[in-house]
């Protein structure tokens, strides 16, 4: 199993008490020293999901959480790339910001240069601690399964959360009030969960 950019996540853990092989992939070294030094992980790789320095076949799961829209530009390539790293009969595992979320439409909608200089402007004028990253726009769980789909993973089966967080507590309540359409739970959360697999 693997955990394809992982970040400081411990829940390898729960597999490798089990005897389970799993890698625990990212391509931040303090990370993966972290989670070899200090969380005890057996198997840490560093290097670039772009190029993940695996033999085809490899895997029985792939795991990917809150990492593709990092590299939406590459989302063919990568997605690909996951398939063959996934022997026939394993599974795909696939979290991401979704860009059709009530609250993430303006990343849809906006052209994506216009979207940027607007982010900047706007978090220079919050006074924000930090400068907004270029390349991080979430990405449709739509075109994600119709992609998945072309690439040849199948049973692509999409599972909406049901949270919504960094938003204040008034759209907060607008998202409780119209997610008790399963349409808006499902199309329009903050977060969607893809399972596929390779035939």
Not at 24 to 32: A, E, G, M, R
Not at 45 to 71: C, N, Q, R
Not at 155 to 160: L, Q
């Amino acid at each position: 199993m693997i955990n394809a950019g992982c970040g400081y996540d411990d829940s390898f853990r729960l597999f490798q008490d089990q005897g389970i092989a799993f890698v625990n992939f990212d391509l931040v070294y303090s990370t993966v020293s972290r989670l070899k030094n200090v969380g005890g992980a057996k198997l840490c790789v560093l290097g670039d999901i772009g190029a993940m320095p695996f033999a085809d076949s490899s895997f029985d799961y792939l795991v990917s959480t809150d990492v593709v829209h990092h590299e939406w530009e590459k989302l063919d390539q990568i997605l690909t790339s996951f398939y063959d790293l996934i022997k026939p009969g394993g599974m795909l595992f696939l979290q991401d910001p979704n860009s059709h979320g009530l609250f993430q439409l303006p990343k849809s909608i906006l052209p994506k240069a216009v979207h940027r200089r607007l982010r900047k402007a706007y978090h220079k004028l919050k006074h924000s601690a930090f400068e907004p990253a270029d390349y991080e726009f979430p990405t449709s769980m739509r075109s994600v399964i119709g992609l998945l789909e072309r690439i040849g993973f199948q049973d692509v089966r999409m599972y909406g959360s049901f949270s919504y967080p960094c938003i204040d507590p008034l759209r907060y309540r607008i998202y409780q009030l119209l997610s008790r359409s399963r349409y808006i739970r499902t199309f329009h959360n903050y977060h969607y969960t893809l399972q596929a697999s390779k035939p």
